[in-house]
């Protein structure tokens, strides 16, 4: 099974909250999660230590850069989901857990500066596939997007387009909900209403289902 590797240099993209919000919708769906925390400042425990950690969902911390290949192949295994939640930073951890992923997801939220930083993301992807001479499926989310549309990330979407980086498609609204996560821990449905729980909860089923989609589809 799948293991989806969550990696952008720049700080605050909106990684960890990715991760957890695609974590919780594909455990609601039935599958089996294994989270690996490799983020020295351990956002995911942090959220894990809030609340029952939900169903079907495993988190694992402290994972460093001697560890992360063989804990990877250790929970890759049949009906299990791997998704790997990185530092904003470039570095050999970074290098190594993609090596092993089977979809890179980088978010980036739509402005020029994180833009700028977030696509070297996808030079280490450029790297890894060099060096092991194989493809590594990857696309880009927005994150934080604002319910109206700015030019800037209008402008940015285009040139991510013509630069032939795939978009996953809905990007992550900025939503009340989503930063809550780290508040309440456990998973949207769990969560007090937080702003309209509705869309949000619509937004990462359809973000999941997305990813999901892409899984299959670079299989
Ligand atoms: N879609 C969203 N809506 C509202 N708030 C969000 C959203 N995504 C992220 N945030 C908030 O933005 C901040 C940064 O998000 P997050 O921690 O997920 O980013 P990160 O890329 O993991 O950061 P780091 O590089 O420090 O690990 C957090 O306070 C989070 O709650
Ligand atoms: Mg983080």
């Not at 890179?104 to 402005?111: D, E, K």
Request: proline share 5%; net charge negative.
């Amino acid at each position: 099974m799948p293991t989806i590797v969550i990696a952008s240099p720049k700080g605050g993209a909106g990684k960890s909250t990715t991760a957890i919000v695609l974590a919780t919708e594909l455990a609601h769906a039935g599958a089996r999660v294994t989270l690996l925390d490799c983020d020295p400042n351990r956002s995911l425990s942090l959220w894990a230590g809030r609340a029952a950690v939900p169903h079907r969902i495993e988190v694992l911390s402290d994972i460093g850069e001697a560890e992360i290949v063989r804990t990877i192949k250790r929970h890759d295994q049949d009906g299990q989901i791997v998704i790997v939640d990185l530092e904003g930073v470039a570095s050999r951890l970074v290098s190594r857990a993609i090596s092993q992923a089977d979809l890179v997801i980088t978010p980036m939220r739509a402005t020029t500066l994180d833009a700028t930083v977030g696509v070297r993301a996808l030079q280490l992807i450029q790297e890894e596939e060099e060096a092991l001479d194989r493809r590594i499926p990857h696309a880009v989310v927005f994150t934080m997007t604002k319910a109206i549309r700015s030019k800037q990330h209008s402008g940015i979407e285009a040139s991510l387009r013509d630069q032939g980086v795939a978009l996953l498609e809905p990007p992550l609204m900025e939503r009340a909900a989503f930063s809550a996560l780290f508040e309440f821990g456990g998973d949207l449905r769990n969560m007090p209403p937080q702003g309209n729980m509705d869309a949000a909860i619509r937004n990462a089923e359809d973000f999941a289902r997305a990813v999901y989609a892409r899984m299959t589809e670079d299989a």
